[in-house]
Structure formats: C-alpha cells, structure tokens
C-alpha cells in the first residue's frame, strides 16, 4: 500500500487493471494489515530522520506519564523483550533524553527517568506523530476520525486489556 493518496490524473483503464480482488477488498482485517503496513513504513522512515524509532518514542511516552521508572515495569508495560529494552534505553541515555540510576531502596533495580532534553524531544516525536496521523487519515474528516479510534480502541481492548484507559475511549462508540 503507498502512503501517498492515489493519483486522480492516472488513466482509469490502469487503475482498474492495478485494483485487488474485491474479496479482498472486502476483507476489513486485510485492509488493517496493508494500512498498518504502510503506516509503520512511514512511521519508521520518518523517526529514523531523527536517529531514533517508533520504540524510543513508546519508552519515552511511557516516561513522561510518570508512571512507572523501573526498567522491568518500562518492558513490561510495552511488552519489550528487557534485553531490546536496554538497547533503546543505552541510547536514549547516550543522547541525554534519559536518566538511569539505581533505586535507592533495591540495589538491583534501575530507575528510568525522562530528563528535559527527552521531553523536548518527545514533543518532536509528537509533532511527527500529528504529521503521520493527518497524511494517513487525510480523508477522514474529525467526526470519523473519533469514531475510527473508538472501534481500534474496542477491539485493541478486547484482546489486551492494556489498551483501555478505564473504557473511556471505547465507551464513545
């Protein structure tokens, strides 16, 4: 799937020739999978401008609601293997936008924190975020938009209870 809209100037008789089959078409987990693809492609190409990815801006997400410090709950929460966990930790901390220190109270835990270097750049992270959100959902006006993240919320929580935030989101539907 291209990230970019189709070109209304291209020749119907190619467009029609390039089309899927309609059962496919009609196929709404297939359709999730090619725009999710899609998605994480332009995702990926446009964190990596930055020298990080997707996953550096879920650490520091994470971080800034001060939730949870301990670099087991960070994993945990994300469902990072904590090995991948160190690594994106090991950088983040290495270009200043996080801070590990021993936890006072267990020697052999490490607490994680978000310095203001890192939150500055989580709001560059957002503003990519808000840039992939609007190309992706550009035919969507904003009453779709809720209602699309409400359905993705419902059935996001249906299958992992992480991904509610008390129903809120999906009692909107």
């Known amino acids: 799937m291209n990230a970019k809209?189709?070109?209304?100037?291209?020749?119907?008789?190619?467009?029609?020739?390039?089309?899927?089959p309609a059962e496919l078409l009609a196929d709404p987990l297939f359709l999730l999978v090619r725009v999710g693809v899609a998605i994480k492609s332009g995702a990926v190409e446009e964190f990596e401008r930055t020298g990080f990815g997707p996953y550096h801006h879920s650490v520091l997400a994470l971080l800034d609601e001060g939730a949870?410090?301990?670099?087991?709950?960070?994993?945990?929460?994300?469902?990072?293997?904590?090995?991948?966990?160190?690594?994106?930790?090991?950088?983040?901390?290495?270009?200043?936008?996080?801070?590990r220190r021993r936890d006072p109270s267990d020697r052999r835990r490490h607490v994680v924190s978000l310095t203001?270097?890192?939150?500055?750049?989580?709001?560059?992270?957002?503003?990519?975020?808000?840039?992939?959100?609007?190309?992706?959902?550009?035919?969507?006006?904003?009453?779709?938009?809720?209602?699309?993240?409400?359905?993705?919320?419902?059935?996001?929580?249906?299958?992992?209870?992480?991904?509610?935030?008390?129903g809120e989101i999906a009692a909107t539907v």
């Open 116 to 166: 203001p270097a890192g939150r500055r750049q989580l709001a560059e992270f957002r503003t990519i975020i808000t840039s992939l959100d609007d190309q992706f959902l550009a035919p969507l006006d904003d009453r779709e938009r809720t209602t699309l993240l409400a359905l993705l919320s419902k059935i996001a929580t249906h299958y992992d209870p992480r991904f509610s935030r008390g």
């Open 5 to 20: 809209p189709a070109d209304p100037s291209a020749p119907l008789a190619d467009t029609v020739a390039n089309c899927l």
């Open 68 to 99: 949870r410090d301990t670099q087991a709950a960070i994993a945990d929460a994300l469902q990072f293997d904590r090995g991948t966990l160190v690594g994106l930790l090991d950088d983040l901390e290495q270009h200043g936008l996080v801070e």
